[in-house]
């Protein structure tokens, strides 16, 4: 088993990917096979299961002798919410200008103020201040959204502005982001294992099995990067950046792998 594939990351992927686009549901044993790809065992997976219906991201539903489980609406929403911020790209033409959120929680909440210090960092903000965080991408509806559904939006203001300090920019940015060269180094790994993936198939050493398990785990390990990733414009990054190679990387393996992990799948898919 790849140290790397986390088992509730392995079954939600799974719903996006296969069980979706076959109508939304999925047999628990077909779950449990699926995950012995990456050498979970069924306890394993029965666990991660259960911890997924605790968390309200995916219920069971008993036809016959059989338990098929499909997705809830939380967990759909988290599906499309991970993919939309998992499609944030750099190559955007920047304006100049930052949104500058300012927000103002009250000591008594302090788990939602940690909360929304959370969100902010998944969707690209950087701490300027002691609740002052700065991003170069406007807000968005669905961070918007989010902050509302948080709970979060009224203790928020949010501006739009340039940046007429007398300080050096890239010196600025590199401490609102201090995690960008961690990330270059994370890009340049996933590019050197995504091309070893390509000489695997150039040399026809992988199944359908085979496939279907790198396939997935190729996909995680662009987005373990990527989901830090605060996705500046290239304005404010190195020249040398290297997440368009790992995206175009990505993008070709996702399609290379496509049928023969299909193939796969099918085999151990179980309808009504």
């Known amino acids: 088993m790849t140290a790397a594939v986390n088992p509730n990351m392995a079954i939600l992927g799974m719903f996006g990917q296969y069980v979706l686009p076959r109508g939304g549901m999925i047999w628990l044993g077909s779950l449990i096979q699926a995950m012995a790809v990456w050498g979970f065992s069924e306890a394993a997976s029965r666990s991660a299961i259960l911890r997924l219906k605790q968390k309200g ?50 000591e008594e909440q302090r788990e939602l103020r940690d909360a929304l210090r959370d969100s902010l960092r998944w969707w690209g903000f950087g701490l300027l201040a002691p609740g002052s965080w700065v991003s170069a991408r406007p807000v968005l ?18 501006f739009r502005s340039v940046y007429l300090g007398s300080g050096d920019l890239p010196a600025m940015v590199a401490r609102l ?58 304005d404010l990054l190195p020249r040398d950046w290297p997440r368009l190679r790992a995206e175009e990387l990505s993008i070709n393996i996702q399609r290379l792998l496509a049928e023969p992990a299909n193939r796969f799948f099918e085999t151990i898919y179980v309808t009504r």
Not at 143 to 154: D, I, K, P
């Open 141 to 158: 509806p669905e961070m918007e959204q989010s902050w509302r559904e948080m709970g979060v939006w009224n203790h928020m203001d949010v």
């Open 177 to 234: 982001f201090p995690e960008v060269p961690t990330l270059a180094a994370g890009y340049r790994e996933y590019i050197a294992q995504s091309e070893l993936v390509l000489h695997r198939l150039e040399a026809s050493q992988l199944d359908d099995r085979a496939s279907f398990a790198v396939r997935l785990e190729n996909l995680w390990g662009f987005y373990a990067v990527a989901s830090e990733d605060p996705v500046l414009p290239p």
């Open 57 to 106: 991201a995916i219920e069971g539903q008993r036809v016959g002798r059989r338990t098929f489980y499909s997705l809830t609406h939380a967990g759909m929403h988290r599906l499309d919410i991970g993919g939309f911020r998992f499609s944030f790209s750099p190559t955007r033409a920047w304006d100049g200008q930052w949104t500058v959120v300012v927000y103002s929680v009250p």
